[in-house]
């Protein structure tokens, strides 16, 4: 070896040519694989129900194999390879495959606590009842941060958001920054008379407040009102985001479209079941109706009321029909609050760089039932049992990075403490929402009686419909609370229960679904149902 010429220990030194370039391609070959399956086998699911999934394509070894699956299978999985444009893999490819960026884990850590305690607070002070928690999803708050902060440093000065029910109080304190009295107040019936004064409007209401990012820069943000009908407000924040932008009067290029960013929030149930959405999503990119692009994020409890996913839809993810669009779909382990902050910031950066729709999918759990007044464990007891044992995402993130949250704890805890007992002083359901000044010129119409249609029904068919809803099949194993629910149902068919409780929505429900399918006549929308005065009731 030592009378080796100096040619021959370069040669022994560095690999030749085309066996470096051998090397490259097998490199790239399973680096590829990666990074178009690897999402399949992502460790997405913080209960653990979600198992990777077996794939001969992902059945490789090696050092590069373990490094490409360290990018690609941790706690996010990217689905990008079905992107029409190389630049924009490449731009995602990158990312992935490079160190995340620093981030601020004391903040991370107290605004897990914010939304936890918020939501605790409720419970404790308004048992039994609904609000809706985010807890199991609490993570959707710092990525909401990460979204504003880095769409604040791409120009943005204002935010449209939607969203239906799970979790949206908590927005609208975290996110919307309303003071948690005004939001609170909701559970207060100061007014009984007001048409804001409780029941099912709070979680409905639209809001309009001021977030301020990391580097103090004040971003409009504008929580859109919601109806019951999951999605259909999808196209309302659309057309509200255009009409913004058109106000900018700069044409629909990157530097305008990025002032104003749709944030669109889904529940998975609702992102796989309804098409307003999909319909909505596809003028994305038509002229006539772009706005630069949408995050999507789908708060992603694996659970639609008491149905999960395997009975729910044909798909792995809620999120695969985003699929059929160039879109790029961000799926992470909502346990995981700093990947769920590097997503947030790769989404925000890929919209305001492509001006594209881009789908972040944060899977959680629901600690509760579908509301705080169901109880799950009689549908999903084994899920349940599992989510009882589960500890909050603060304790687990405290646990992780060895920060005391104590004090934090305490001091989150005492000031919404206070701002409930706020809430209770109040005189009047606060309004949340303040219309731009534009509005003030306009006028809503009269109310026109010829325009209501009358849906009542007679006291005898209501009775009908209740037999055939409580009614047991023979030898039918009935658990001992539906058996009291049925029982408390069939009284309600009484002229007695009728004319003394005339508001009980859930039993109009499922009166309203009983008669559509079986008796075939019209019956009013369920907004009706819900905030009308219950002329169905009237015999
Ligand atoms: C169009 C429409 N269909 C059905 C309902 C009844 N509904 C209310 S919430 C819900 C389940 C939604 O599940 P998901 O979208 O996963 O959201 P989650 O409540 O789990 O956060 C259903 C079916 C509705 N409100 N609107």
Not at 320 to 349: C, S, T, W, Y
Request: overall charge neutral.
């Amino acid at each position: 070896m030592a009378h080796r010429t100096t040619l021959e220990a370069e040669r022994a030194a560095k690999p030749a040519k085309s066996q470096k370039k051998s090397v490259n391609v097998e490199r790239e070959r399973i680096f590829e694989a990666f990074r178009r399956w690897g999402y399949l086998q992502a460790d997405l699911d913080p209960l653990g129900f979600l198992k990777p999934l077996e794939s001969a394509d992902l059945d490789l070894s090696g050092e590069t194999a373990d490094e490409a699956r360290r990018y690609y299978c941790g706690t996010i999985g990217v689905d990008f390879m079905h992107l029409a444009q190389p630049e924009r893999r490449r731009w995602i490819a990158e990312r992935m495959e490079a160190e995340p960026a620093a981030v601020d884990q004391q903040k991370i850590l107290e605004r897990l606590v914010r939304a936890d305690l918020f939501e605790q607070v409720l419970q404790a002070r308004y048992l039994g009842t609904k609000r809706f928690s985010l807890e199991g999803n609490t993570s959707l708050i710092p990525m909401l941060d990460a979204i504003l902060d880095t769409a604040g440093g791409h120009g943005a000065v204002e935010s449209v958001m939607a969203m239906s029910h799970r979790g949206r109080l908590n927005v609208m304190v975290h996110t919307a920054c309303k003071t948690p009295h005004e939001v609170v107040a909701g559970f207060e019936d100061v007014d009984p008379r007001s048409v804001l004064g409780a029941g099912d409007v709070k979680y409905h209401v639209g809001a309009t407040g001021t977030y301020v990012t990391t580097t103090g820069k004040e971003i409009e943000i504008h929580l859109v009102s919601n109806p019951s009908h999951l999605e259909a407000v999808d196209p309302v924040a659309m057309g509200r985001v255009r009409a913004k932008l058109t106000r900018f009067e700069g044409g629909f290029d990157r530097d305008v479209t990025n002032k104003v960013v749709p944030i669109i929030m889904h529940g998975d149930a609702a992102f796989a079941g309804q098409g307003i959405w999909a319909e909505t999503m596809n003028l994305a990119d038509l002229d006539a109706y772009t706005v630069g692009g949408s995050i999507h994020i789908i708060v992603n409890n694996l659970i639609g009321f008491t149905t999960r996913p395997i009975q729910e839809h044909s798909s792995r993810f809620a999120a695969d029909l985003a699929k059929r669009q160039n879109i790029p779909i961000f799926h992470v382990n909502a346990e995981d609050p700093e990947a769920v902050v590097r997503v947030g910031r790769m989404a925000a950066e890929y919209r305001a760089t492509f001006g594209s729709e881009v789908v972040v999918d944060l899977i959680g759990y629901r600690r509760h039932g579908h509301s705080e007044v169901d109880d799950p464990t009689i549908t999903q007891p084994l899920l349940y049992e599992k989510i009882k044992a589960h500890p909050p995402l603060w304790k687990i993130y405290a646990e992780r990075t060895g920060i005391n949250p104590s004090a934090t704890i305490g001091a989150v805890r005492a000031e919404y403490e206070t701002e409930q007992v706020k809430a209770g002083q109040l005189k009047k359901i606060p309004h949340l929402r303040q219309l731009p000044n534009y509005w003030s010129a306009f006028h809503r119409g009269a109310f026109k009686p010829e325009y209501e249609v009358e849906t009542g029904l007679s006291l005898e068919t209501l009775a009908q419909i209740t037999d055939a809803l409580v009614r047991v099949p023979e030898g039918f194993h009935v658990h001992p609370k539906i058996v009291k629910l049925l029982e408390q149902r069939a009284e309600m068919a009484s002229a007695q229960w009728i004319t003394a409780l005339p508001k009980r929505w859930r039993s109009a429900r499922s009166c309203k679904r009983a008669r559509r399918s079986d008796l075939r006549v019209r019956i009013r929308s369920e907004e009706r149902l819900i905030n009308a005065t219950p002329c169905w009731l009237i015999p």
